[in-house]
């Protein structure tokens, strides 16, 4: 079955500090792997997109990383601000039909200044 | 920056009562899908949608669903005879191809009393 896992389940930090959250995940086949923010209440917007050939990718402060063979990615978030206070997403792609998006549960992450 | 958007943002309406959910996708985009996220939980696959017609579907979205895009530019999800286990929040997504990013709408709040 098609699953993505992510941990913590939520987080707390402060702010300037730096996190880094987990993601793993059994997708088969694998297209590629997405990291969302998604604020309360809002759609989720995209932070980062990787393919099986990418191992690193950054957006800003926010920096994912992808191990194919162990199927494992992490996001990690430097320098965090209070507006990154956020549900941050895991989302594997199915590979072949419409691309279908696995979504994982969320890290809830929450910065205090 | 183009956007999806979605109307209306937050419905109410009784149970048994028939609702449609709109959506105008980003005009260059071809594939198109509603998610949903029931409160506290994680994002849901309702249905895809690729030239013209439903390319793949969750045992969610049974006989009380059905989806149109009935002039090119609306994408539209009809809940049939509602239930109040359909309140939750309803995405709309679109992107041109399957290693492009998704771009969300806002969402609709269904709220079924």
């Known amino acids: 079955k098609n699953q993505v896992e992510q941990s913590p389940q939520s987080l707390i930090i402060l702010e300037g500090k730096n996190c880094t959250l987990q993601?793993?995940?059994?997708?088969?086949?694998?297209?590629?792997l997405r990291w969302y923010k998604q604020d309360t209440g809002r759609g989720p917007v995209s932070l980062t997109i990787m393919t099986f050939s990418e191992n690193t990718k950054s957006n800003g402060r926010y920096t994912a990383t992808l191990d194919a063979d162990t199927k494992q990615s992490s996001l990690h978030i430097t320098a965090s601000q209070l507006s990154d206070s956020a549900s941050y997403i895991c989302?594997?792609?199915?590979?072949?039909?419409?691309?279908?998006?696995?979504f994982g549960a969320g890290t809830r992450l929450a910065v205090h200044p | 920056e183009p956007e999806v958007t979605q109307t209306p943002s937050h419905q109410v309406t009784q149970m048994g009562q028939e609702v449609i959910l709109r959506c105008v996708p980003i005009s260059n985009h071809l594939y198109f899908y509603w998610y949903r996220q029931i409160l506290g939980q994680k994002v849901e696959f309702l249905v895809s949608?690729?030239?013209?017609?439903?390319?793949?579907k969750s045992e969610i979205f049974d006989d009380q669903f059905s989806v149109e895009r009935p002039d090119g530019s609306n994408f539209t999800l009809k809940i049939r005879s509602t239930k109040l286990e359909d309140s939750a929040m309803y995405f709309c997504?679109?992107?041109?191809?399957?290693?492009?990013?998704?771009?969300f709408g806002q969402g609709t709040r269904l709220t079924v009393v």
């Open positions: 993601c793993n995940y059994t997708v088969s086949p694998f297209s590629n």
């Open positions: 997504a679109s992107h041109r191809d399957g290693n492009t990013e998704a771009f």
């Open positions: 949608f690729y030239n013209n017609e439903i390319s793949e």
């Open positions: 989302v594997v792609s199915v590979a072949g039909g419409y691309n279908k998006l696995i």
